[in-house]
């Protein structure tokens, strides 16, 4: 048998059922087109189900193409084993309504036998168990023995996908020989072993399913047939697997020459070299539909493939950019059967060096805060990454979820998957709402990529508050400027400045930059890649051009506070590590000039004593006047003197400490106080959950805490006043109402109660008996539900054995009650079923038990309606 190339082979298919009447289509884009149930094209028949269901008329009604697909459902196995793949290409020859079982079953023979010349005494064809028509077209008119066909159930041969057209299966095995098998007796088609393959698979759609489980016959009876081009060239070729066909095993090559590896000596090695070989397909392909790497979507699955293969050839020991050299094999290997790949391959190349870039940035750092988290998990014997974590790595370092559980799973350890998605959720709330607040921030964050690269901005903030300096770029909202006019907003960028950017958790400061004719009010100060800081605001007065000095000035009040802030933050990290343990963590923290909010791992509310104890502490730490000290030091050294550092933060080769006595120790680039003393007082104001183990405190500090006793205070003064007390009697003025308002409602109660029985009259008059159980059904004025149940219990006692129905109208709202007696249940009375019909009068629905339930509804109008059903429907309980 000649052992044809994967090109040959879509090709012959192709040419063969153009002979038998078929048109030949193009593959369909990967992008599925106005079929919201897919993400990316999965199968032949996918793009072509209009056709199928008559939706659109095909353009003949026999068709055959060669689709390519992309399944990632088994992703975590691709690499692993040499069956798992995520790209392949479906052969198909379709029928819409034209030929059926006859044709097909022939066709698919005369391809595999006369065509491909596979030996048809190591084919088998399998059947569905009850289609003895296509039986009686494998035995009697192609000629297969009967022992031969093989008759299978419907989880394997019968083709359904939930409602709508559906059918039996007739599928095609070809032996591969011993040399595949698993060696034990009775090894045959259908053993999970690789001897049997299964090459063609025949759907005949001839039923429709309701998808009640009902099945009836369609007019238009349709034939799907799928086989795998690259199964069909591993059986031709006799090769172990699809990584060892023609045109793949070109490109599997292609990842050993450029990783220096040998395939087949080492299994991890392998498992790498197999994971590139198939991602790299499955990419090109998808750049070449149009499919760009994002965070969403089918834009992700793209992100995740490339960002696999991209650390899969770290793993290797691959220096460099290497996944567009790989691309370019994959365009040589599939251009005759998809040109498109050949005319799109700079614009594949530019994604993939691009994303590879992007990639291999941000890889080293996160693959470094991933070993941190392992040794964190290590040291508390966790062996589930916290998902705040697992997010971080995500968004900050551009780690797929899957990838980060990869990198894991190879060291025995899970993550938590739904604080992930919790954490990611919690994101786009973020996201949507500064877009709301900051139109400024959140449209225009391109402007700043035209800056140049090479300017930076140094920080002399930390020793005073003014400087002077020179103006090197200016951008409005949407462009890069050479001056603001009045009015106009914008950022300005100069050489040095005292404004401290937003960074660790510290806001950016505001203020006021002067020039020799222009006033600019900066809103926020932020900072960019490259170091450079924007000074972010509105031209108040004037002009500021490019190049011109200028004086910065930061508002003092605000950056004293929001200083005041940062350091009791320090204060309250080792605060709460003393109080709850040295598992408390910084997961997050946000210091402004008016309060701050500390974010930290601890796995239960705190109690109001653990509160109070941290509270008290940080306030004995102010108290005692600690003078606060910067040191610049090596990261190394800094960790050695035992400095706390950010948990997952990346730190330079210098960093400086920030340290209050023995107390406080900790990593930190943000501004503080000179002594703790100037943060005056510090209060606790909330604390809750954020996420799972993570809480969040809210604390203010010196002015904000004067102006919260303040409030408090007002308060205090308003709620005496309108109690017609003074302040200081006030909690005795509260406990004199309490009572007052208690023996009130007492005889309120007592006043409804009899109110209602009046309202009743001698209700004991309206009994009536339905089939020997007697009905008590009335309406009474102006009740409330807790009002009916007190009379339903009175007149239940009242009337000794029997049903209670009672309804009351208050407020324009139906009140309605069922009460049943043991006796009368036994005779088959039921509260609840009786009240649902009631109710169902009066617009309204409720229900409960046997022996009482209860209902509202909406239209008082109703109630005589609804009172006088209660014997209709008791009469149809009652055996």
């Known amino acids: 048998m000649e052992k044809y190339g994967v090109n040959e082979l879509r090709k012959m298919f192709l040419e063969f059922f153009e002979s038998k009447g078929h048109l030949a289509m193009k593959s369909f884009s990967l992008i599925p087109h106005n079929d919201k149930s897919l993400l990316l094209i999965n199968s032949g028949m996918a793009p072509l189900k209009p056709y199928f269901t008559g939706a659109e008329i095909p353009p003949r009604r026999r068709v055959t193409t060669c689709q390519k697909c992309i399944r990632t459902g088994d992703i975590e196995n691709v690499g692993k084993t040499a069956r798992h793949g995520t790209f392949f290409e479906m052969l198909g020859n379709f029928s819409f309504g034209d030929y ?28 569905y168990q009850d289609d003895d028509e296509a039986f009686d077209i494998w035995n009697k008119e192609i000629g297969i023995p009967a022992d031969r066909i093989f008759r299978f159930g419907k989880e394997d ?35 999970e072993c690789d001897r049997y393959m299964e090459v063609w698979n025949n759907v005949f759609s001839q039923f429709n399913n309701d998808g009640e489980g009902h099945y009836t016959d369609l007019i238009q009876k349709n034939i799907d047939t799928g086989m795998g081009l690259e199964r069909l060239a591993v059986v031709v070729q006799d090769v172990d697997s699809i990584f060892d066909v023609d045109t793949i095993q070109a490109l599997r090559n292609k990842v050993c020459e450029i990783s220096g590896k040998e395939y087949e ?27 760009m790497p994002t965070n969403e979507g089918r834009g992700y699955v793209l992100r995740r493939l490339i960002r696999r293969a991209a650390r899969h050839g770290r793993l290797l020991g691959i220096d460099g950019l290497f996944l567009a050299r790989l691309s370019a094999s994959v365009i040589e290997g599939s251009k005759d059967g998809y040109p498109e790949l050949e005319e799109k391959k700079d614009f594949i190349f530019n994604v993939l060096n691009n994303e590879e870039t992007q990639f291999n940035k941000t890889i080293d750092q996160g693959l470094h805060i991933l070993s941190e988290f392992e040794e964190k998990m290590q040291s508390e014997g966790k062996k589930v990454l916290d998902g705040q974590d697992a997010f971080k790595l995500y968004d900050t370092y551009g780690f797929p979820l899957d990838l980060t559980k990869e990198i894991l799973e190879e060291k025995g350890y899970g993550i938590d998957e739904d604080g992930f998605h919790a954490a990611m959720e919690e994101q786009r709330e973020r996201a949507r709402s500064s877009r709301e607040v900051t139109n400024y921030m959140g ?45 106009q907003k914008g950022t300005i960028f100069v050489e040095k400045t005292p404004f401290y950017a937003t960074m660790g958790g510290q806001e950016g400061d505001c203020g006021i930059i002067k020039g020799a004719n222009g006033v600019f009010e900066v809103e926020d100060t932020i900072k960019l890649r490259g170091g450079k800081y924007g000074h972010v605001g509105v031209m108040k007065s004037g002009m500021i051009s490019n190049g011109e000095k200028v004086t910065l000035q930061v508002n003092e009040e605000a950056r004293k506070n929001t200083e005041k802030n940062h350091s009791a933050t320090h204060l309250l990290q080792k605060a709460l590590k003393t109080v709850l343990g040295a598992h408390v963590e910084q997961k997050g923290s946000l210091v402004t000039p008016t309060r701050l909010r500390f974010d930290f791992a601890h796995f239960q509310a705190m109690t109001p004593e653990e509160l109070e104890k941290v509270e008290n502490l940080v306030n004995e730490k102010i108290q005692e006047q ?4 910067t040191d610049i030091m090596d990261t190394e050294e800094a960790k050695k003197s035992g400095a706390m550092a950010l948990f997952g933060e990346k730190y330079g080769d210098k960093v400086r400490v920030v340290s209050m006595g023995d ?114 059904a009335a309406s009474v004025p102006d009740v409330d539900m807790n009002g009916l149940r007190d009379l339903g219990d009175q007149l239940k006692e009242k009337l000794g054995s029997g049903v209670v129905v009672l309804a009351s109208a208050k407020d324009g709202k139906v009140s309605l009650l069922a009460m ?49 059903k209660a014997a209709e429907v008791l009469e149809g309980q009652i055996a």
């Open 100 to 127: 059926f079982k006859h044709e097909a079953i022939a066709w698919s023979w005369e391809f595999l036998t006369q065509v491909v010349g596979l030996d048809p005494n190591r084919l088998y064809p399998s059947i």
């Open 157 to 191: 041969n019968f083709w359904e996908h939930g409602a709508g057209p559906c059918g039996p299966c007739s599928e095609i095995y070809y032996d591969r020989g011993e040399k595949y098998g698993c060696g034990k007796p009775g090894c045959t088609v259908g053993c």
């Open 265 to 291: 000596e080492d299994h991890e090695t392998d498992v790498s070299i197999r994971l590139i070989t198939d991602h790299i397909r499955s990419a090109t392909f998808m750049i070449s539909d149009g499919i």
């Open 443 to 487: 449209a225009d964050a391109t402007v700043y990529d035209e800056i140049d690269p090479s300017v930076t901005t140094e920080f002399t903030g930390y020793d005073h508050l003014e400087d002077t300096s020179k103006v090197t770029v200016l951008t409005t909202e949407t462009e890069i400027a050479e001056s603001l006019m009045e009015g």
């Open 626 to 629: 600690i003078p606060v000290v």
């Open 663 to 776: 107390f406080s120790k900790e990593l930190c680039g943000g501004t503080h106080v000179k002594n703790t003393a100037e943060i005056g007082l510090f209060k606790l104001v909330s604390e809750a959950g954020v996420a799972a183990g993570v809480r969040r405190i809210e604390a203010l500090t010196g002015p904000s805490v004067t102006a919260y006793y303040k409030a408090q205070e007002e308060k205090i003064h308003e709620a005496a006043a309108l109690l017609k007390t003074t302040p200081a009697d006030l909690l005795e003025k509260i406990a004199h109402l309490q009572a007052e308002t208690k023996a009130l409602q007492a005889e309120n109660e007592s006043l409804k109660s009899k109110l209602a029985k009046e309202a009743l009259g001698d209700v004991m008059d309206k009994v009536t008996e339905v089939k020997g159980v007697k009905l008590l």
């Open 820 to 868: 049943v007696t043991d006796d009368a249940m036994k005779k088959g009375a039921h509260a609840g079923k009786l009240i649902k019909e009631v109710a169902a009068v009066v617009g309204g629905g409720g229900g409960g038990r046997p022996n009482m339930a209860q209902a509202g509804g909406k239209n008082p109008e109703k109630i005589d309606e609804a009172v006088a």
